[in-house]
């Protein structure tokens, strides 16, 4: 089984993920890759406390995702895995030698830098060249917020 | 703002003004009910909008969803408030009975909000 979902989502586990993207793929194990949650005993207990009981939650930091990252696309369950931001998703396609095949672009929004893309996706150069050498390495990078929204893809992408 | 404890609505899309603007047009009290969207929000910008909602002030905070980005965003808030609670699946009975039941605290307000929002809820045939 490879991971169902690799997603760059700057809410991290929230609505869409859950239920617009866990429902329709019937998720039962969410990744959260980032290093502040996995520090953050607190906040991992709330989103425990917020998910639904059929879907497990791991908490992991950037370097501990990508050691385990083959683990994950052979363990039978269906499996979402969310970074924060492009520069850990990217780390982890690198790291992960082509585990990673394919990256959602969820939600990314506006900040220093940034332009808009699409209402949901604000990049700054250097998260597109990034983006762009994942894609020229043979990554395949859309955007997409939600199952029922069209994909699309990187090289469309305005801005 | 009149004494008593301010409800911040806080859902998806244009959820939380359309809850607060029913709700005052049922009451006809305003400035009890704040909303706050979470349209183009990072985590970090919804939990600043948040803050600034709550403004100081003893809060009871209404989300939409539990498991929404509503919800996390509300409960970072709960760290460093201590006058601050959140309510989960905000509906406008819940609401129109919090703007008039304001003065008991929020013990008790969570408490109220819990067993009306329930009890609003019924199936027909």
Known sequence: MTLSLCRIDDRLIHGQVVIGWGTPLGAQL??????????????????????????????????????????????????????GDVETMAALVTGGEGVIRRVNLGGIHAGPGRHPCLRYVYLSEAETGRLRQLEAAGAVITAQDVPTTTPVPLHQLSG | MTDGLQGVVVGHGGLAAALVTAAEEITGVQGVLVGISNRG?????????????????????????????????????????????????????????????????????????????????????
């Open chain 1, 30 to 83: 969410i990744v959260l890759v980032d290093d502040g949650v996995r520090a953050n005993q607190w906040e991992q207990e709330i989103y425990r406390m917020a998910l639904p009981q059929d879907v497990a939650v791991e908490f992991v930091s950037r370097d501990e995702a990508i050691a385990r990252l083959r683990e994950w696309d052979a363990d039978p369950r269906r499996i979402m895995l969310i970074t």
């Open chain 2, 41 to 125: 929000c990072d985590r970090g910008r919804l939990e600043e909008l948040i803050r600034q909602g709550i403004a100081g002030r003893p809060s009871v905070i209404f989300v939409d969803l539990q498991s929404g980005s509503c919800f996390f965003a509300a409960m970072a808030s709960l760290k460093a408030m201590p006058e601050v609670r959140v309510v989960t699946g905000v509906n406008l009975p819940m609401l129109v009975d919090f703007v008039f039941h304001r003065a008991a605290g929020l013990e008790a307000a969570v408490a109220r909000a819990r067993q009306v929002g329930e009890q609003a809820i019924e199936g027909t045939r």
